[in-house]
């Protein structure tokens, strides 16, 4: 019994370790030495346990025989492969410690599993200890991975950080202005390039708050509505319209947002919908979509956020006090603004804070009509962002392109911290949702 | 379950009703106009391709101005292949996460777990996109390097994740897929651990009272039961991966063609969504470029999107009224 338990520790030991080079050979082509001897060691371990669990407990499954085939096989099938592969006209070499990596997985993990098993002593209740590395596994993975991408984020974005560059708007004009020289005139040619996106953060933060202001009345009467009057078929329409809404692609708002900003061209709502701003020389341009217009559109997205919150805080609502305000006599409009909302504003504040964050990291909405932010900010200027910066860094023209480069990842970084902290901030507030008082 | 009882009650004072029906009325008329809209803008394309061009393989395209063929086979095969990567990659690190916030419990880790997954369902999309650098970095380059990429798309050697520094490299639909798991795995997890709860603690219960331990209950009490709720959670991540532009189209770019081998993912093969974009002509400033025809095919690739939105939506919504109806007592 002493001797199977520290069989089961090297097991553990030993598929962890290939496990750890499973993880490094995702990355690394240098580890192509271990994976074999590591495979090996592996069944040698579970042939072991697949003995003592067949021969000795006379309880043994398939699963630990078909791991020991499965190491044998993943060894012939790394040593008789190239290490790289290509052909077949695929647009790559694959490495074989891709293969390695995959082998070691689906071999060493199992085996980690049956390993704390029987180190445990193979009793029932110690499968379930044993079972957790399949879930630990590929989470701690992808955390791990999570946090390389934002980490990169920081430290691609800290070099170039400069608070003279957050301050000040993005500026690009070249004018000529006329002198007379006597009886000559004579043209000066002057230009204003500079980097900057003091316009962008203000855009975010005008997005976030006009879309808040639009779709917060809609959303909590569409909650109300659903919540309230949604068993008629207006109710049903209603609803289903408010989840297509939510799960339409983006990119289908965005090109109506295009369409009805083509189709303005030369109408009265002209200025409304595409905009109007002074340039530097003080010349008259029409812009290409407003803000007002863009957040209209991004509410949108919004308002089946805020209308599934609203719906969720008034279910909540504890029958008792619902009736007692009823009870009492009060009509349904007294008890909506005095008993039910108050009681879901928690909720209706979750809602607007996801939306806050929808809008500020939203760029496919705007895409069409965005601008580059150089002639200020206000309800009927051209609508920029800082998600909208950052996309048009890659694919925007060169003299945009030219002057803003260094700073996409300081864009990025004020970006994910406004984003990031939003839904922090809306967490937190479900966590008090939850709980809070919910009745005797 | 109980029925609410109607009070009479709405009878003097019938403004919540009016009023809430009138602001609820407006998203239903600005999603009837949208439909409206992509239908009428989606005519010239029928009109003049038809729809055995329109679901055609032949793509002459997106920034060519001449009048060519709009196939879509390109587009629908390109989104197949990211939501098969997405879903390949996601599928069972979200499953094991809702796992280990129900089932297979950790205490507080459970709970920070759960407050991270939140933290990270605040990135936006474009952040995601604009992170490409790792991925290329970490995984692409030294497991796939090779002659699909072009010289200068290799980085200097000594490059690693962390270096300031932005990469030639454009990507491909490997790591397009890659990168729209890691958007809907925050989304994926919650849903999945909502629907893990929604099996009738009962049923648990009755396996444990026979002896069954949480492994054996796990699969073959709860999985089961939650199986209806985790196929519509995973459809609406699907969806969502879907709709999103932004990193296929930094990742993936906006030209489409069927790739060669038909399961090369190293190639580029642009999905619908970035298909789209690119037809009505760039970004910004390039925007109004696109061709009439071209932005037209851009409508009707919409009136795709939404047809199969509209699909995957139902087939959901039935799944998880399945899923109520199994679980009720």
């Known amino acids: ?440 | 379950m109980k029925e609410k009882t109607t009070l009479n009650t709405g009878r003097r004072w019938p403004w919540p009703r009016a009023l809430s029906l009138c602001l609820a009325a407006i998203p239903v008329f600005a999603l009837v106009w949208i439909v409206v809209n992509l239908a009428i803008n989606s005519l010239p394309a029928i009109e003049q391709q038809g729809f055995s061009v329109l679901f055609g393989p032949e793509f002459s395209g997106v920034f060519t101005s001449a009048k060519g063929l709009y196939g879509l086979q390109p587009a629908l095969w390109g989104t197949f292949l990211v939501l098969l990567i997405a879903l390949v990659i996601s599928f069972p690190v979200s499953l094991s996460m809702a796992i280990l916030a129900t089932e297979f419990s950790l205490g507080i880790l459970s709970k920070a777990l759960r407050s991270l997954l939140g933290v990270l369902s605040g990135i936006p999309p474009v952040v995601y996109a604009l992170m490409n650098g790792v991925v290329a970095t970490v995984f692409i380059i030294p497991k796939f390097c090779g002659q699909g990429l072009p010289r200068e798309a290799i980085p200097p050697p000594g490059m690693t994740w962390w270096t300031p520094g932005t990469l030639p490299i454009e990507g491909s639909t490997l790591m397009g897929g890659i990168l729209l798991a890691f958007l809907i795995i925050p989304f994926l997890a919650p849903m999945y651990e909502d629907s893990l709860k929604e099996v009738p603690l009962a049923q648990k219960e009755a396996s444990f009272a026979v002896g069954a331990n949480r492994w054996f209950t796990l699969l073959n009490v709860t999985l089961p039961g939650a199986l209806p709720g985790v196929i519509s959670a995973t459809l609406l991540g699907l969806l969502k991966a879907m709709g999103d532009v932004m990193i296929v189209a930094w990742v993936i770019g906006f030209e489409s063609g069927l790739p060669n081998p038909l399961f090369d993912v190293l190639q580029r093969t642009a999905p619908l969504s970035s298909t789209a974009t690119g037809l009505i002509g760039g970004i910004g400033a390039n925007a109004a470029y696109g061709g009439t025809l071209q932005q037209s095919v851009a409508n009707f690739i919409g009136l795709v999107l939404l047809a199969v939105a509209v699909v995957m939506l139902s087939l959901a919504f039935w799944l998880q009224s399945m899923s109520r109806k199994k679980n009720a007592i």
């Not at chain 1, 590395?133 to 993975?141: A, C, E, G």
């Not at chain 1, 934002?150 to 202005?177: C, M, Y």
Request: proline share 4%.
């Open chain 1, 1 to 440: 019994m002493k001797a199977i338990r520290i069989v089961a520790l090297i097991g553990v030991i030993v598929s962890v370790a290939a496990l750890l080079t499973a993880c490094a050979s995702f990355t690394m082509n240098t580890l192509e030495a271990l994976p074999p001897p590591l495979l090996l060691a592996v069944g040698a371990v579970m042939l072991v346990l697949s003995h003592h669990a067949w021969v000795i407990r006379g309880s043994g499954r398939l699963a630990m025989p078909f791991l020991v085939t499965l190491s044998i096989v993943s060894v012939v099938i790394l040593r008789v492969y190239p290490e790289y592969m290509y052909g077949y006209n695929i647009h790559g070499i694959i490495h074989r410690s891709l293969f390695s990596a995959i082998l070691l997985i689906a071999t060493a993990l199992p085996a980690l599993c049956y390993s704390i098993f029987y180190m445990l002593g193979a009793r029932p209740k110690d499968q379930d200890i044993s079972r957790y590395p399949i879930f630990i596994f590929p989470t701690v993975l992808i955390l791990v991975a999570y946090g390389m991408l934002v980490v990169q984020v920081f430290l691609k974005g800290a070099p170039n950080f400069d608070w003279a560059v957050i301050t000040r708007p993005f500026l690009f004009q070249h004018w000529s202005e006329i002198t007379w020289n006597g009886e000559w005139p004579q043209w000066i040619r002057r230009s204003i390039e500079q980097a900057g996106m003091v316009n962008h953060i203000l855009g975010t933060f005008l997005l976030m708050g006009l879309t808040s202001a639009i779709s917060l009345p809609i959303g909590v009467g569409v909650g109300v509505y659903i919540s309230e009057y949604g068993k008629s078929w207006t109710g049903a329409v209603v609803r289903s319209a408010i989840t297509v809404l939510r799960s339409i692609s983006v990119i289908i708002l965005a090109m109506s947002m295009f369409s009805l900003v083509l189709s303005s061209t030369g109408t009265v709502f002209s200025d409304l919908i595409r905009g109007i701003y002074t340039d530097i020389v003080g010349t008259r341009q029409v812009g290409r979509g407003t803000f007002l217009i863009a957040s209209a559109f991004i509410s949108l997205l919004v308002i089946p956020v805020i209308a599934r919150a609203t719906e969720e805080g008034i279910r909540s609502l504890p029958r008792e006090i619902y009736e007692a305000s009823v009870g009492i006599g009060a009509p349904a409009g007294y008890t909506l603004l005095h008993v039910q909302l108050p009681w879901a504003f928690p909720n209706i504040l979750t809602g607007v804070l996801l939306g806050c964050a929808e809008a500020a990291g939203t760029v496919t909405v705007i895409l069409f009509v965005a601008g580059t932010g150089e002639y200020g900010v206000g309800l009927l200027n051209n609508v920029t962002s800082l998600s909208y910066l950052i996309f048009n860094i890659k694919y925007g023209l060169v003299s945009f392109n030219k002057i803003m480069a260094p700073y996409q990842f300081t864009a990025a970084i004020i970006l994910l911290l406004i984003t990031m902290g939003l839904s922090a901030g809306a967490l937190v507030l479900k966590h008090k949702v939850t709980r809070r008082f919910r009745g005797a």
